[in-house]
């Protein structure tokens, strides 16, 4: 079936260094991908997504390009900063069931 | 415009109890969905509702029901908690089922003792 991996965590980096939690993924078809994130206490939230093939997600200075060739879907920072401690989760979505089928989730600390 | 919102944020029950948690979202979304998030195992999708008046069940359905109250509302029921049913619990929405993104509540975190 479908699956995604991720990095393991914890990551820990200091603040304006650059980030990169990888993921791959396992899909038939074409799934559209997405990075969430999700503070301490706080739901999922959508951080970026791509629909198709080389589309290139980006939003809050984060960026993810869908690559087929590689079946990768890395999430990268040029400067993180200490708000951005969160726990990052990569998602395909067209599971069987209509779901977003979830890696297993990327803790990152930015220390100041 | 709330998203979708969840109550309660924090339950504690002690095992054989029941309790519903309740989902509702403003966003006209036509598919909900229930997942659980357990350490290192990410979000696992309990049942799913595609539309006002259908329901399924997900990868981890046991021990759960639902009921699709309306196309606001999606309620998961658990009728005789059991402690491997610890968990955060997160309903999600979205426009449409399958493939597009989905949006989540704050979760509710539920302790079985």
């Known amino acids: 079936g479908d699956s995604v991996t991720q990095m393991e965590g914890p990551v820990t980096l200091s603040e304006e260094a650059f980030l990169t939690i990888n993921c791959t993924y396992t899909a038939t078809g074409y799934p559209s991908l997405f990075w969430y994130v999700q503070y301490p206490g706080e739901g999922l939230q959508l951080l970026l997504k791509a629909t198709k093939a080389d589309d290139k997600g980006s939003n809050k200075g984060f960026e993810a390009t869908y690559r087929k060739e590689t079946t990768s879907f890395h999430l990268e920072k040029g400067s993180v900063q200490v708000s951005d401690s969160a726990v990052y989760f990569c998602?395909?979505?067209?599971?069987?069931?209509?779901?977003?089928?979830f890696g297993k989730g990327t803790k990152l600390s930015v220390k100041p | 415009n709330a998203g979708v919102t969840q109550t309660p944020k924090f339950q504690v029950l002690k095992t054989g109890q029941s309790m519903t948690l309740q989902c509702a979202q403003d966003?006209?979304?036509?598919?909900m969905y229930w997942y659980r998030q357990d350490p290192g195992m990410g979000l696992r999708l309990i049942y799913y509702s595609a539309s006002e008046g259908t329901t399924d069940k997900g990868e981890v359905p046991n021990g759960y029901n639902v009921s699709r109250l309306n196309k606001r509302e999606f309620s998961l029921r658990l009728e005789s908690a059991a402690p491997s049913q610890t968990s955060v619990y997160f309903c999600?929405?979205?426009?449409?089922?399958?493939?597009?993104?989905?949006?989540f509540g704050p979760g509710t975190r539920l302790t079985v003792l």
């Open positions: 999600a929405s979205s426009e449409a089922w399958g493939w597009n993104e989905q949006f």
């Open positions: 966003m006209n979304h036509n598919s």
């Open positions: 998602a395909l979505s067209g599971g069987s069931q209509g779901n977003l089928i």
